[in-house]
């Protein structure tokens, strides 16, 4: 219930209300133009995260999600090449494969940043 006070003459539950009377309406949606709130008992609105908001929070979810399995399949295939040259390949190739993992290294250690700066912003 939402206790008001009339600020004019008007009517309410088949009663007529003068200005400064107090009585009590069932819902918002029953106040009048012509009534001033007193008390609201009613239940409280819960606050909720506007909709872009979140949407824009999965959006950024997702893309770190992704960040990470392409940073791991890239080191997965930087470990896989550099066992392959191992042994009878050029140096060229060894240094392609150690650039490789070093940028797949990189990318993991800038979504592990991330991750962490996600986790911060929830608290």
Same mark, same amino acid.
């Given at each position: 219930?939402?206790?008001?006070?009339?600020?004019?003459?008007?009517?309410?539950?088949?009663?007529?209300?003068?200005?400064?009377?107090?009585?009590?309406?069932?819902?918002?949606?029953?106040?009048?133009?012509?009534?001033?709130?007193?008390?609201?008992?009613?239940?409280?609105?819960?606050?909720?995260?506007?909709?872009?908001?979140?949407? !824009? /929070?999965? =959006? #950024? *979810? &997702?893309?770190?999600?992704?960040? @990470?399995?392409?940073?791991?399949?890239?080191? %997965?295939?930087?470990?896989?090449?550099?066992?392959?040259?191992?042994?009878?390949?050029?140096?060229? !190739? /060894?240094? =392609? #494969? *150690? &650039?490789?993992?070093?940028?797949? @290294?990189?990318?993991?250690?800038?979504?592990? %940043?991330?991750?962490?700066?996600?986790?911060?912003?929830?608290?």
């Amino acid at each position: 219930m939402i206790k008001v006070r009339a600020i004019r003459m008007g009517f309410y539950g088949n009663l007529r209300r003068r200005e400064g009377q107090e009585f009590e309406v069932k819902s918002k949606a029953e106040i009048g133009n012509w009534m001033e709130v007193i008390k609201d008992e009613s239940e409280p609105v819960k606050e909720v995260a506007p909709v872009g908001e979140s949407v !824009d /929070k999965i =959006a #950024a *979810a &997702e893309e770190l999600a992704t960040k @990470k399995a392409v940073a791991e399949a890239m080191l %997965a295939d930087a470990e896989s090449a550099n066992a392959a040259l191992k042994n009878n390949s050029s140096k060229a !190739d /060894k240094a =392609a #494969a *150690a &650039e490789l993992m070093t940028l797949a @290294k990189q990318m993991l250690d800038e979504v592990a %940043a991330e991750l962490l700066l996600a986790e911060d912003d929830k608290y």
